[in-house]
């Protein structure tokens, strides 16, 4: 075991404090204005009670300018007290700060098992990292000096490749305050144990994106007849390029190129994901273009399905969990390929999931022979309620071979509380909400390359008076990728 110490070789301006520790510099500023206020305020007995001689027994028979001097001189003592203060909070400050960052860079070192480590060393106002008594077989320290401040720092930036955090990146003063701020939520929400994740090391992503997707519908009766149906398969093909948590892309609709689609749809989804808590949001809406393959006991001939334009869906779906083993586990090694999972773990999810949906069976176009067979009191179902859920499951990385292969595993199950609209075929009504949602990710790293296949499933269910309809989204996504 090896100890670490950070100095500085001057001291720091207050473009090196952190962006929490700057407020000290504006809070400690409130004692000055109070003292001035104090000064206006006291009345001449009080000075006289207590020795003090009053401003305005001061005042009188002099100038404005002479007044001046004499207000400052009685100002002075108590300005220099409060200076002072303003002083040791901001040096109690600057001190914590280099402890925090020396255990960072410590806990850093000590978490690689062989090479070097590459140490930041000098800033633009002159901060030094000096990194001692440590096994130089082990590691190796280099010092950056700073550029010239009167480069562009949007050439900077260009001119090294978009690491942010490069020493000799001259930031104004508005563009420092982000950084540090977005230091701070890297940091806070975003950190792991080395031991297990770690980053892959580059800011930038290219994907090329193959998503395939469709519905199921199920409505079950208690004489335990069904009505099974499927929409199309629908394809998007697209391109996207990202910068950190940031990506921009276009998405294509590929039925409309190769295939002959007989359905209008659109999909819009969002995703954040950081180490402890990921936040989706998906948007979907569908009409015609599906197939019924089981219907009661008629018998669907040699096809095997029956093509149907009765079903229109609409939907929308936001949810937020909390990953439990955040240190150990990343759900972004699998899902956004910025991490390295080192070491297989898994993590217990608990979240809040909230949907709406809307869907529209219409069998009254169905053909007379069919109408005869149709399970069921009604030939038109119309489905409108919200879901207010609490999740709970669980999430697994496997790791075949680290920055290699990885497959991931999650399942979340949910329950809660539904709210049927009027309109509705059984009208407004307060249920009991039950879903599930499944994924598995494989990933194949090769350097700077990656490629994964992954799936996703969202089933919602609806449980009505002499039926049960189940309605689902399912998705096979393609990625193909380089990191740079």
Same mark, same amino acid.
């Given at each position: ?121 000098? #800033? ?67 950190? #792991? ?146 991490? #390295? ?144």
């Amino acid at each position: 075991m090896f100890g670490c110490q950070q100095s500085y070789n001057k001291f720091p301006t207050k473009n090196d404090y952190p962006a929490f520790f700057e407020l000290i510099l504006y809070v400690t500023k409130v004692p000055v204005v109070f003292g001035t206020l104090w000064i206006y305020a006291v009345n001449c007995r009080f000075c006289r009670h207590i020795g003090l001689k009053c401003r305005k027994i001061a005042f009188n028979g002099h100038d404005k300018s002479t007044k001046m001097r004499i207000f400052a001189h009685q100002l002075s003592p108590l300005m220099n007290i409060t200076v002072l203060l303003r002083r040791a909070l901001v040096s109690a400050a600057l001190l914590s700060v280099s402890y925090a960052n020396a255990y960072e860079l410590c806990d850093s070192i000590g978490d690689i098992p062989e090479g070097y480590i590459f140490v930041d060393g000098a #800033y633009d106002d002159g901060i030094i990292y000096d990194v001692t008594e440590i096994d130089t077989s082990r590691v190796r320290i280099e010092t950056i000096s700073a550029a010239p401040a009167n480069e562009n720092w949007v050439k900077q930036l260009i001119d090294c490749g978009f690491h942010i955090n490069d020493p000799g990146i001259n930031y104004p003063k508005f563009a420092r305050f982000c950084l540090k701020v977005y230091n701070w939520g890297d940091r806070t929400f975003n950190s #792991y144990d080395r031991r297990y994740v770690v980053s892959t090391g580059k800011n930038w992503k290219i994907i090329g994106k193959s998503y395939n997707w469709a519905q199921s519908y199920l409505l079950t009766f208690s004489e335990k007849e069904s009505i099974r149906m499927i929409s199309d398969i629908y394809c998007d093909i697209g391109a996207h390029l990202c910068f950190m948590a940031v990506s921009i892309g276009y998405d294509f609709n590929a039925n409309n190129i190769f295939g002959h689609p007989s359905s209008t749809r659109s999909n819009f989804e969002f995703n954040f994901t950081c180490a402890l808590f990921a936040a989706n949001y998906q948007r979907t809406s569908t009409k015609g273009g599906t197939r019924i393959t089981q219907f009661g006991t008629f018998d669907l001939g040699k096809k095997g399905y029956f093509d149907f334009d009765g079903v229109s869906q609409s939907g929308y779906g936001l949810d937020l969990y909390y990953f439990f083993n955040h240190r150990k586990y990343s759900q972004a090694a699998a899902y956004c390929y910025s991490k #390295y999972q080192l070491k297989s773990a898994g993590s217990l999810i608990m979240g809040f999931n909230h949907t709406h949906q809307e869907v529209d069976l219409d069998f009254s176009m169905l053909p007379a022979v069919m109408l005869d067979n149709l399970p069921g009191d009604h030939d038109h179902y119309h489905f409108k309620h919200n879901n207010y859920d609490v999740m709970c499951g669980y999430a697994y990385n496997w790791v075949l071979k680290p920055r290699k292969w990885l497959i991931n595993g999650t399942i979340l199950p949910s329950v809660g509380y539904k709210h049927s609209y009027e309109g509705s075929t059984e009208g407004r009504k307060n249920m009991f909400s039950a879903n599930i949602r499944g994924m598995f990710s494989v990933v194949y790293n090769n350097r700077s390359l990656f490629v994964s296949l992954s799936g996703r499933f969202d089933g919602h269910t609806y449980f009505g008076d002499g039926y049960n309809f189940f309605n689902s989204t399912e998705s096979l996504t393609l990625n193909v990728g380089a990191r740079f």
